[in-house]
C-alpha cells in the first residue's frame, strides 16, 4: 500500500534556528514528490516537485531533497513567517492519469522571534 | 493565469440537512478536479476525483456524492448530512501532464450540528 509518513508531527524553532522536516514514502514507483505550504485557515500552497533521487529545489530560505525513501525539507535561517504546516505528498506511477497525491499528515512548524 | 475559486469559506449547518459546496477553475481546459477533506491535525483524504465532464470517482464510501456539470465546475454535495462530516473541504486542479502538481482552493470549513 502506498503511504507517506512526516515527522516530526510539530516543530519549534527560535529565528534563524535552522532545521530539517522528513517525509518517508513507500509506493509503487514515484512518479513525483510534492512539498505543500499551508496556512491556518487556507488551503495547500505548492512549493516544489522532485522526480527522481538525488534531485534538490530550492526557494529563499527551503531547500528540498529526494532520496529512494525519503525527503527533507530543510528550513535555513528560518523567519517567524515561514512558520505553517508543511504537507509531503506523492504521486504513484500507478495512477494513471488521475494525478491523485497520497499526501502525509504533515508538520506544523512554528518560527519563534 | 489559473485560479480556482471555492464557496463559501464557512458553513455551519443541522444534522439531516443537505449540503452543496461548489468549485469552479478559471484559466485553463479540461482539468482534472478533486474534492479532499482534512479533519483537524490530521492529512487531506481524498474524497473524489473527476478527469472530465460526468465522470466522478469515489476514493471511499461516504454520505457524500460528487458532480461535474461543466468542464470546470465541481460540486460536493449530500443529501442528509451527519456530525461526521464535519470537516475542511479542500477542492483542487491540475492539468492533464504527468506529474502536475494539485492547486488548491482555499477551503469551505464546515461543521455539523
Do not use: M
Request: charged residues 20%.
Amino acid at each position: 500500500e502506498d503511504q507517506v509518513t512526516q515527522s516530526p508531527e510539530a516543530l519549534r524553532l527560535q529565528e534563524g534556528e535552522s532545521s530539517s522536516l522528513n517525509c518517508s514514502y513507500t509506493v509503487s514507483g514515484l512518479r513525483g514528490l510534492f512539498w505543500y505550504r499551508q496556512d491556518p485557515g487556507k488551503g495547500p500552497e505548492f512549493l516544489f516537485t522532485l522526480y527522481s533521487a538525488g534531485e534538490e529545489k530550492e526557494k529563499e530560505r527551503l531547500k528540498a531533497t529526494l532520496t529512494k525513501k525519503e525527503s527533507f525539507l530543510h528550513i535555513t535561517a528560518p523567519k517567524p513567517e515561514d512558520s505553517a504546516t508543511y504537507l509531503c505528498a506523492v504521486q504513484a506511477r500507478g495512477s494513471g492519469n488521475t494525478g491523485k497525491l497520497i499526501f502525509g499528515q504533515g508538520t506544523t512548524l512554528q518560527v519563534k522571534p | 493565469s489559473q485560479t480556482i475559486h471555492q464557496w463559501p469559506a464557512t458553513l455551519v449547518q443541522p444534522v439531516g440537512s443537505p449540503l452543496s459546496l461548489e468549485c469552479t477553475v478559471e484559466g485553463t481546459s479540461n482539468p482534472n478536479l478533486y474534492w479532499y477533506r482534512q479533519a483537524a491535525g490530521r492529512g487531506l483524504q481524498l474524497l473524489f476525483y473527476s478527469v472530465g465532464i460526468g465522470q466522478i470517482s469515489s476514493e471511499v464510501p461516504q454520505n457524500l456524492s460528487a458532480s461535474r456539470p461543466q468542464d470546470r465546475q465541481f460540486i460536493l454535495s449530500s443529501k442528509k448530512l451527519l456530525l461526521s462530516d464535519s470537516g475542511f473541504y479542500l477542492c483542487a486542479w491540475t492539468s492533464r501532464a504527468l506529474s502536475s502538481p494539485l492547486h488548491f482552493g482555499n477551503g469551505t470549513r464546515l461543521t455539523v450540528t
